[in-house]
């Protein structure tokens, strides 16, 4: 599966960033097509082999959509191979999509805010504002995007699974462990490659969409804090799915 994470682009966290992504909804229930879809959106996945790092230096909009793909296609090949070994067949997502102004797509009726990213159940698709998350890719690095991606695509695994939890946080730190798991699953089996600083890129990137300390943990939307989703991802990467309960 791939991708191996090379560059390193790290810069200090800007307030407006971290606002920005704790604003980050995962919308996991209700859905519908969405209104507009970009054509040309739909990026299947590529299946790489394991390949060589990219330049360590440039951040451009084709390196984060070609992470964005890889992402993709390691965390398909990942669950593919999950569901397979419990004798299962595996579906993947419809489609990516990613968009630029609020409201271009929606879901279940509601229109997509900017600064976000979501899987949506009902059209069983992720979509993603693309000036925030090539932002948040600039500024954690690279590894943020397999991880938001991957914790995207464990809401649709929670979906084929069956899983809904009765509060949003026990939903949203579960899909967090799952895209540790799918990680650290991954670094493990060397169908992905960390460089140095992958890890404190993920352990920045996870803290940085930690909910409010304000927010009380019962609140719909409420994700857990930097310190939860933290510890969530870890658990997964270094335990992988058995962290998880998922049954
Ligand atoms: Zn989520």
Not at 171 to 185: N, P, S, V
Not at 209 to 232: I, K, L, N, S
Request: aromatic share 10%; net charge negative; hydrophobic share 40%.
């Amino acid at each position: 599966m791939g991708a191996r994470f090379g560059r390193d682009a790290r810069g200090p966290l800007a307030g407006l960033l971290v606002a920005a992504l704790v604003s980050l909804a995962c919308a996991g229930g209700g859905l519908a097509e969405p209104e507009a879809e970009r054509p040309g959106a739909n990026q299947s996945a590529a299946s790489p082999g394991p390949r060589t790092t990219r330049a360590d230096s440039t951040t451009s909009v084709a390196e984060f959509e070609q992470d964005v793909a890889d992402a993709q296609a390691v965390a398909e090949r990942y669950w593919a191979a999950q569901f397979k070994e419990s004798g299962q067949r595996f579906r993947p997502i419809r489609r990516i999509i990613p968009y630029q102004r609020e409201g271009e797509v929606s879901c279940g009726g509601q229109a997509l805010p900017r600064n976000n990213a979501v899987y949506c159940s009902q059209g069983d698709f992720i979509a993603y504002d693309v000036a925030w998350s090539v932002a948040a890719f600039r500024q954690v690095g690279d590894a943020f995007v397999f991880y938001l991606l991957g914790h995207e695509y464990a809401h649709a695994i929670q979906v084929r699974l069956g899983i809904n939890y009765s509060f949003t946080i026990q939903q949203e730190l579960q899909a967090d462990c799952m895209a540790g798991a799918y990680l650290g699953d991954s670094v493990r089996s060397e169908a992905l490659t960390l460089a140095e600083g992958d890890l404190d890129e993920f352990r920045e990137g996870v803290a940085a969409v930690g909910d409010d300390p304000d927010q009380p943990w019962f609140a719909e939307g409420a994700h857990g804090t930097a310190e939860q989703r933290t510890d969530m991802f870890f658990r997964g990467y270094e335990g992988s799915l058995k962290e998880c309960d998922l049954g």
